[in-house]
């Protein structure tokens, strides 16, 4: 699969995927406040990949640490753990992968400096090897919600490139299609940042399974005239009762699956649940700057000087959502019973 965010020698890189399609380009951060900045510019965006990136530069950051032991340790430690934490604040997984670093840290402190860095190493090269055999449980199970013959439509990107490997909500449909299932995909543009235009169909493209690019206000249309089976998107953050924030749009989409009959299913990891929050009201929303909207591929599109707004997700209430997949299985309303499950 792609190489979406991998260690190599001290340093971490991944794939820009502000270029793609059209430049296969590759960046390498050798500081954690580099790792910070690929994640705030979307180099590597997706709940999952940022979670990895962000475990990967708390090692780089636990790298340039000097003080062995004692207040000095701790306190340079939460400062690189802090700009990590700050970078994007409503995908859960970026949070859940700090706290298993912060845990290990934690853990070794007492042994000294070396023994942290290896520590921390070891547990984010853990974490991304965990992501990836966790997408193809998702995958596994969600395949069998897919039937022989269906389209499929998704929205933003929930492959490969948004995770380790395979992907989430992709993962569900590479694994139909190995299964012997013949699947084909719209892929929403996903505006402004056009993820679904350059990303899931790029990915799609690459592995020779059918997909079809259309606008965002399209999905509509296209489901009352019986052309949507199923819908199936990732996610960046569910709460309890199984409210889920995922890219800007997918609440839209989920009002007009229910309205056509159409089965809504979101695909993501138990990493990305968030037991703390009853519901979506508690999900902090990103606002990202203005000119993703005014440009396209850094050409205006507008009045220079026009007021902007850019919420990056929308939350979708659970009762639009047909079931959740994760890695455990499938899960249905009500959902507080259904995801009550303990973070590893």
């Not at 449909?173 to 995909?185: D, P």
């Amino acid at each position: 699969m792609l190489p979406t965010i991998a260690w190599r020698g001290r340093s971490v890189v991944m794939i820009d995927q502000r270029k793609l399609p059209g430049q296969e380009t590759y960046v390498r951060c050798r500081t954690y406040i580099q790792v910070a900045q690929a994640i705030e510019k979307m180099v590597v965006r997706g709940a999952p990949a940022i979670g990895i990136a962000a475990a990967y530069g708390l090692v780089l950051g636990a790298m340039a640490l000097s003080a062995e032991t004692g207040r000095s340790l701790d306190r340079d430690f939460e400062k690189v753990y802090k700009r990590l934490e700050r970078t994007r604040p409503t995908a859960r997984n970026l949070f859940w992968a700090l706290e298993r670093m912060k845990a290990t840290y934690e853990r070794t402190r007492p042994h000294g400096l070396r023994a942290i860095r290896t520590a921390l190493l070891e547990e984010a090269k853990a974490i991304e090897r965990e992501d990836a055999e966790t997408n193809r449980a998702i995958g596994r199970h969600g395949q069998a919600l897919l039937r022989d013959g269906w389209t499929v439509l998704t929205h933003c990107n929930a492959g490969a490139l948004a995770t380790a490997e395979y992907g989430t909500a992709l993962g569900v449909i590479r694994a139909a299609v190995a299964e012997g299932k013949t699947i084909r995909v719209y892929a929403g543009e996903t505006r402004p940042f056009l993820q679904g235009a350059r990303l899931t169909v790029w990915e799609l493209d690459r592995d020779g399974i059918p997909v079809v690019l259309i606008t965002d206000s399209m999905a509509g249309w296209f489901m009352r005239r019986g052309e949507v089976d199923v819908v199936v998107v990732g996610a960046d953050r569910i709460a309890r009762n199984g409210d889920t924030a995922n890219k800007i749009g997918t609440y839209s989409l989920a009002v007009l699956a229910k309205e056509n009959g159409v089965p809504f299913y979101v695909a993501a990891p138990t990493s990305t649940i968030d037991l703390s929050l009853a519901d979506g009201g508690g999900i902090p929303i990103e606002e990202r700057g203005p000119d993703e909207v005014r440009e396209v591929g850094g050409r205006l599109i507008t009045l220079p000087y026009v007021e902007v707004r850019n919420p990056a997700f929308d939350v979708t209430p659970a009762a639009y959502i047909t079931a959740i997949v994760t890695e455990r299985g499938v899960h249905r309303p009500p959902f507080e019973k259904s995801l009550g499950v303990p973070h590893k």
